[in-house]
C-alpha cells in the first residue's frame, strides 16, 4: 500500500462498489483521499471555484449549516433551492423543479446523496430521476454530498441509488464522501473526492489540478484512519462484517423511530407523528419549534439544535419515555 498525495483509499470508494461501473473501467473518475466529508466538499469547491465556468452553487434550503461556510469560503457564490415543506414535513417536489428550472445554465447544485440532514428527508427514485433529467437537460453540475451511505437503508447500493443514477448517464458529477459515520471513523476524518469526468484525459488532468489545490492546503491527508478503510474495503470478511454491524445500526435507527412514534401516540401527544417514520437517516425533523426547543432544554435536559432536529442515533429504549414526556409538555403548553 503506498501513500500519495491522493491518499491511500484514492483506489477503493464504496460508492462505485459495483466496480463494473463503465466511469470506473474508462478511467474517467478520479478520487483524492480528503478530510473526511468537509475536507472533500472544500476540496471540490475550492477547485471549482478555480476552474470551472460557473462559479453559483445551488444547495437545498434547509441543509446542514457548514455548506454555506464551506463554499462561501471556497469561493463559491451560494444560492439556495427550495427542499423542504414544512406544512407536510416532506419534501417540496414542485418547489424543488422550478428553483432548478430557472437557475443559470451550468450551475452548481448541492445533492445529499441520501438522509438529507436535517430534514430526513429524501426524494423517491422516481422524483430522482425527474430531478436527474431536468439537471442534465439545463447542463447543471451535480455535487453530491455522501456523508450517510449505509445509514439511510442499512444497504450500501441502495444509499447510492441517486448518485449511480447521475454516473450511470455518462455526464459529469462530483462526490464528496465521508466514512466518518458508516465506518465510525469521526475522529480520524477520513473522505475522498472523486470527480467523473467525460474522458479519461480529463479525468488525469483534474486530478493534477486537484493535487495542486491540496498541496498549499494541507500537503498531503494522514494516512491511519485510511489505511483502516482501505484494509477493510480490500478484505472480502472484513466487508462483510462491515457491511453487516452497518445494517444493525441503520436497523436500529428505525427500529428508534417506531419506537418514539409507537410512545407519542400511545400518550395521545397531539400532532401527527408519522413524519418520525417516514424520515430516513440519523436525524428527525421533529417539527418543534425554537422555543419548544429551548423549554425542553431547560426543563428536562433535552439538547437538540434550535431548528427541532434530533439524532435518533443518540436515543435507547431507555431515554424514550422521557423525551416524549418533554414533547408532550413542550407541544401542549407551548402551541
Ligand atoms: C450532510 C453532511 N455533509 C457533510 C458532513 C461532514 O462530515 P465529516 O464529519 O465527515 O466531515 C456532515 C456531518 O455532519 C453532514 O451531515
Redesign the pocket.
Known amino acids: 500500500m503506498t501513500h500519495t498525495m491522493d491518499g491511500v483509499i484514492s483506489y477503493v470508494i464504496s460508492i462505485f462498489t459495483c466496480l463494473d461501473s463503465p466511469a470506473i473501467q474508462e478511467n474517467r473518475v478520479t478520487t483524492v483521499q480528503c478530510?473526511?466529508?468537509?475536507?472533500s466538499?472544500r476540496v471540490g469547491g475550492e477547485f471549482l471555484a478555480r476552474h470551472y465556468h460557473q462559479r453559483t452553487i445551488y444547495i437545498p434550503q434547509p441543509?446542514?449549516g457548514?455548506?454555506p461556510k464551506v463554499f462561501t469560503l471556497a469561493g463559491l457564490s451560494v444560492k439556495t433551492f427550495r427542499y423542504y415543506d414544512p406544512v407536510t414535513r416532506g419534501l417540496n417536489f414542485q418547489g424543488l423543479l422550478e428553483d432548478l428550472r430557472s437557475a443559470p445554465s451550468g450551475a452548481i447544485v448541492l445533492l445529499?446523496a441520501c438522509a438529507?440532514?436535517p430534514t430526513g428527508v429524501d426524494p423517491t427514485p422516481q422524483q430522482w430521476e425527474q430531478i436527474r433529467q431536468l439537471m442534465r437537460s439545463k447542463a447543471l453540475l451535480p455535487f453530491f454530498?455522501s456523508?450517510?451511505q449505509g445509514f439511510a437503508s442499512g444497504n450500501l447500493d441502495a444509499d447510492a441509488h441517486s448518485v449511480r443514477l447521475f454516473v450511470g448517464d455518462g455526464g459529469e458529477c462530483l462526490i464528496?464522501q465521508?466514512?466518518?459515520?458508516n465506518m465510525g471513523l469521526?475522529g480520524e476524518?477520513v473522505?475522498a473526492l472523486s470527480i467523473v469526468c467525460k474522458s479519461a484525459d480529463v479525468a488525469s488532468r483534474v486530478e493534477s489540478q486537484l493535487k495542486l489545490v491540496i498541496r498549499p492546503m494541507y500537503s498531503n491527508p494522514p494516512i491511519h484512519g485510511a489505511s483502516i478503510v482501505a484494509t477493510i474495503l480490500k478484505d472480502r470478511n472484513m466487508y462483510q462484517e462491515w457491511i453487516i454491524e452497518l445494517k444493525a445500526m441503520a436497523d436500529r435507527i428505525i427500529n428508534m423511530r417506531h419506537q418514539l412514534f409507537d410512545a407519542l401516540r400511545s400518550r395521545g401527544t397531539p400532532g401527527d407523528w408519522s413524519h418520525i417514520i417516514k424520515q430516513i437517516g440519523m436525524f428527525t425533523f421533529t417539527g418543534l419549534n425554537s422555543e419548544q426547543v429551548a423549554f425542553m432544554t431547560k426543563e428536562y435536559h433535552i439538547y437538540m439544535t434550535s431548528d427541532g432536529r434530533i439524532s435518533m442515533a443518540g436515543l435507547s429504549s431507555r431515554t424514550v419515555p422521557h423525551l416524549v414526556e418533554a414533547i408532550h409538555a413542550a407541544v401542549t403548553r407551548l402551541v
Open positions: 478530510l473526511s466529508g468537509t475536507g466538499l441543509t446542514w457548514n455548506h445529499h438529507h440532514n454530498d456523508a450517510y464528496a465521508s466514512y466518518a459515520k469521526y476524518r473522505g
